[in-house]
């Protein structure tokens, strides 16, 4: 059976890179992997890439921000989507009162030092919750790096932005009914298992996958066992 387009959707800072190891593995199945460019909402995200896939119908994969720019897709145009994959990634919106102040807060304090450090030097702050504790200093973790440093402070204002008014995906997510993925590393400090298990039980027929000794880089951290979950749900 022909597999279907898989568009691939990085999550903040991040590019192809972290699509790398599936895209080499899914080698059967054609892969489009957007640039969100200076999109400054979700909505926006999300419309740059239905206007730029190369299929009408096809498979969805996003990873952390990418996941609610998948969600926000499935909400504008539900039946271009075959099956849809969540990693590591979240579905409420900002949180009102201190928690969402302290929120923004965050962000905007990497985003000072991304502007009058560089984005290398944010990332080496930022990107330590990232990984599982053991990939620190390794060549996963100065490929994180790298990564990042491959964006601009005007690229980091914009999805800072985006991410600061996300929807809220309740809805996106009791409405789904294709074949739907979730994956989380069990050591994801930043999209925790438990809120994954909340996207389960919101999504009728969805299986979740726990990705073990990953933190939230999963698709780099853990390459086959991500690659494994994403070939089984494809042929689902």
Known sequence: MERPTLVMLPGLLCDDAVWAPQQQALAGAPCFIPDYGLASSITQMARLVLEQAPAERFALAGHSMGGRVALEMARLAP??????????TG?????????GDAEQRKRLALLEIARTRGMREMAREWAVGMVHPD??????FEAVLDMVARKTPEVFAAQIEALLH????????????????????????????QRHEEMQ?????????????????????????V?????????D
């Open 79 to 88: 039946a271009r989507i075959q099956r849809i994959a969540l990693l590591d």
């Open 135 to 140: 990939r620190l200093d390794t060549p996963v």
């Open 91 to 99: 579905y409420e919106a900002r949180q009102p009162g201190d928690a």
């Open 166 to 193: 996300r929807p809220d995906a309740t809805p996106v997510l009791q409405g789904l009914r294709c074949p739907t993925l979730l994956a989380c590393g069990r050591q994801d400090a930043w999209s925790p298992l």
């Open 201 to 225: 039980a919101l999504v009728p027929g969805s299986r979740l996958v726990v990705i073990e000794n990953s933190g939230h880089m999963s698709t780099m951290e853990q390459p086959e066992a």
């Open 227 to 235: 690659s494994a979950a994403l070939r089984e749900w494809l042929v």
